[in-house]
């Protein structure tokens, strides 16, 4: 060997070495690559689906309130008439509000519906007409259903069929610019709902693991990366033991030390964290908090305020969707005068005091019969004077008085401005 290439080889090995160090600033420190030069993947935070959002349960409150909320409302159809709004019996109000199709009830068939659109972000069900008129409704799986469009016209493909947009009741979260997809709040809020799994996973490790936080395994240096694959399963098998036989104390390596990571949940404040979770998911169904049962700012009077608010600004608002669906599928845009409207007197009656001051009013102002204040008792019609409007005064059917002119002597019965007998 030529002395040149003894002394090059020589030089060589004493080059310093590269590795993961702070000192060498061309090698990336990072996290990830320190926690992977000792074997450790980084942890990410867990994926979001309808499945594992419904396991937080916000997300399940507001699911499962809002669409039996909404599929327990009474829904009839109508048809004008000169003394008006009449409804409709026979087949369209089996089918609106008894009983959809052969398979299912109203309730339960509504409240699929509406969960599909407060899960996935769209309700869709195929209309079945006959000669007769509408005969039923079926349900379509959106995860299923591809909707295209050729030119102007809308069609849906699902299971192997395709239907047209008007025999589909198409009722979506919000859609997107095109018209044709949506957005679904569980996907919108994916942020939020996977923060809220990520502190409901952690908070089961915590306390599964015997309230142990996370620490950092500190050894003698240099040590390689099996060494301390070693001491720490060493330390892992201790812990597990003092947590079974009960024990506060469990030994370590010699030469190693353990440092707590982080912050207890107690400083990190979970609760108030885990609360505000719950904010964040009633925004995103834009439900006040106190149907999710988040009572820490509700009082006697703001939680009836928020009652009123449900019904105003959310529940009132999503029939509104359904009904503008089912008027244009049902009946085309020329109606001729019938409609399909729902009743929501029922989320607005109030307890039982408030309910009759109110009848009462109504009655001594000939705003309702009592016959009709008895229908929304579910008691039944009386009959004669009951159907007539009342006015207050001796509270007597409307048009018995006899009054006369500007408040004057009753008139006779001939109406000609003189005196009754």
């Known amino acids: 060997m030529a002395l040149k290439d003894w002394f ?13 160090t702070i000192e060498n600033p061309t090698v990336p420190v990072s996290a990830e690559n320190f926690m992977a030069f000792f074997g450790v993947n980084s942890a990410n935070l867990p994926s979001v689906t ?9 997300v399940w409150a507001a699911v499962a309130f809002l669409s039996r909320t909404l599929a327990a409302i009474p829904r009839h159809a109508y048809r004008d008439s000169k003394t008006g709004p009449k409804r409709i019996s026979g087949k369209l109000e089996i089918v609106v509000n008894q009983a959809p199709n052969d398979n299912s009830g109203s309730f339960a068939f509504w409240q699929w519906f509406w969960q599909q659109v407060f899960t996935h972000g769209r309700g869709l069900a195929y209309i079945e007409r006959t000669p007769q008129g509408i005969d039923s409704l079926w349900p379509m799986d959106p995860t299923k259903t591809t909707v295209k469009r050729v030119g102007l016209k809308i069609s849906y493909e699902y299971e192997g069929r395709t239907y ?14 095109c018209g044709l997809k949506h957005y679904g709040p ?14 409901n996973d952690y908070g089961s490790n915590f306390f599964a693991g015997g309230g142990v936080p996370p620490l950092a395994l500190e050894g003698p240096l240099p040590a390689g990366a099996e060494a301390m694959k070693r001491a720490q399963a060493d330390i892992k098998r201790s812990v597990d033991a003092a947590k079974n036989a009960d024990e506060p104390i469990f030994p370590i390596p010699a030469g190693y030390k353990l440092s ?4 207890d949940p107690a400083k990190g404040q979970m609760i108030e964290a885990r609360r505000f979770q719950v904010e964040e998911i009633s925004r995103a169904y834009q439900l006040p908090p106190v149907f999710l049962q988040d009572l820490t700012r509700a009082t006697f009077s703001n939680a009836e305020q928020q009652d009123l608010h449900l019904v105003k600004h959310l529940i009132g608002q999503w029939a509104k969707a359904l009904e503008d669906e089912i008027n244009l599928k049902f009946f085309g845009r ?3 005068g019938r409609y399909v409207e729902h009743n929501l007197d ?28 008895r229908a929304l008792e579910n008691l039944p019609a009386m009959g004669g004077e009951a159907e007539k409007l009342h006015i207050q005064g001796a509270t007597v059917p409307l048009g018995s ?15 000609d401005g003189a005196k009754a007998a």
């Open 8 to 20: 090059s080889r020589l030089n060589a090995a004493k080059s310093p070495e590269t590795r993961a």
């Open 50 to 58: 309808v499945d594992t959002a419904l396991s937080v349960p916000a």
């Open 164 to 177: 047209d947009a008007a025999d589909v009741i198409d009722v979506a979260f919000m859609r997107r610019s």
């Open 186 to 199: 569980i996907a919108q809020a994916s942020k939020a709902i996977q923060l809220a799994i990520a502190m």
């Open 260 to 263: 707590p990571v982080g912050i």
């Open 334 to 336: 020329g109606t001729a």
């Open 346 to 373: 029922g989320l607005l009656r109030g307890d039982f005091k408030s309910r009759m001051d109110g009848y009462g009013v109504a009655i001594q102002n000939g705003i309702r019969t009592p016959d009709e204040v």
């Open 401 to 415: 008085q006899n009054i006369g002119h500007n408040g004057g002597p009753p008139l006779d019965d001939n109406n």
